[in-house]
């Protein structure tokens, strides 16, 4: 068995996540999905049962490890649930102003669902006009918070975002270029380990987010993997949850990260295929709580 890890990846304890709405094959899709290829709703409500059934063996609290939130069939997407919310700290979060229009009115249920789970600090994004995030621009390590400045994300998001982090916590721009989110290429195992698509986005993108930092402050490992796909991995506790289908290469970036990483014992393989083909990766589906550090409690 590992060390323990501090990481608040290590003291996840609860997720928000949402049911999939039968018109999830109206999705939004940068690839222009073709419609012989729109995600089969059944198929994606099997992948996504199985992928909070992960999430809850994780959380370790049974059914009430994972809050579900009711579909809306008027939002396609709403199965995104990480676009709508950024948690800060243990009671903290914003709830956000999604950058495209057709998503907006999908960040209120999830922000009930937070103040149900404990939250009692939320800093409301639409409350600023012209702010707009989405949390899958959103990557905070537990040291650095990483914000995609993309085309679903502005300064001025990233400037609210700021006021509900704790004050020593650095929020740090990243352009992002040629991507929907920073987090399409780039996710966290804990707050000293990345996984990073081996592509010149991946690549440009980790050089930009860490070529920002002081030199001491750039002390991330990077573990480079194949592409997006296999980039967007979930840490929740002792398990990462990591997408079926990537080559052997990246299954043994995987298996190294789980052996060298304090605290994870366990790799689930999840299939994503369905949301894949309208843009959706493995964190986008849930919204993560944590608890207080033993450091924190004294
Ligand atoms: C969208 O374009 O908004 C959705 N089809 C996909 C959102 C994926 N969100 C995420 O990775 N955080």
């Known amino acids: 068995m590992p ?20 018109s999830v094959l109206n999705g939004l899709s940068g690839n ?8 089969d709703y059944q198929k994606a409500v099997d992948q996504h049962a199985a992928y909070m059934e992960h999430l809850r063996e994780a959380i370790g609290l049974g059914e009430q490890g994972v809050y579900v939130c009711d579909a809306d069939e008027n939002h396609p997407d709403c199965v995104f649930v990480e676009d709508t919310a950024v948690v800060s700290s243990p009671t903290s979060a914003v709830s956000t102003s999604i950058g495209v229009e057709s998503r907006r009115g999908e960040e209120k249920v999830v922000l009930d669902a937070l103040l149900e789970c404990g939250v009692s ?13 989405d949390g899958g621009d959103v990557l905070f390590t537990g040291r650095h918070v990483f914000v995609g400045l993309s085309s679903r994300t502005n ?5 609210v975002l700021r006021k509900s982090f704790p004050p020593g916590v650095p929020i740090v721009p990243v352009q992002v270029v040629d991507n929907l989110h920073f987090k399409c290429s780039i996710t966290a195992v804990d707050e000293n380990n990345l996984v990073v698509a081996n592509t010149d986005v ?3 993108l980790v050089r930009n987010a860490l070529g920002a930092l002081g030199d001491r402050d750039a002390e991330y490992t990077v573990h480079f993997v194949e592409n997006d796909i296999a980039a967007n991995i979930l840490r929740c506790n002792h398990v990462l949850i990591v997408p079926e289908g990537v080559r052997k290469e990246s299954r043994q970036v995987y298996d190294r990260i789980a052996k060298n990483v304090p605290g994870i014992d366990e790799i689930s393989y999840v ?4 949301f894949v083909k309208i843009d959706g990766s ?14 924190d409690k004294e």
Do not use: F, I, Y
Request: hydrophobic share 35%; net charge positive.
């Open 3 to 22: 060390l323990s890890s501090t990481s608040h990846l290590a003291r996840v304890t609860r997720a928000v996540c949402r049911q999939v709405p039968r």
């Open 32 to 39: 222009k999905v073709a419609e012989a290829n729109a995600p």
């Open 121 to 133: 600090d939320v800093l409301n994004m639409r409350n600023v006009s012209g702010a707009h995030l």
């Open 155 to 159: 300064m001025l998001g990233c400037d």
């Open 202 to 204: 991946g690549r440009s």
């Open 271 to 274: 299939d994503n295929s369905e």
């Open 282 to 295: 493995l964190t986008c589906r849930s919204v993560l709580l944590w608890g207080n550090s033993n450091k």
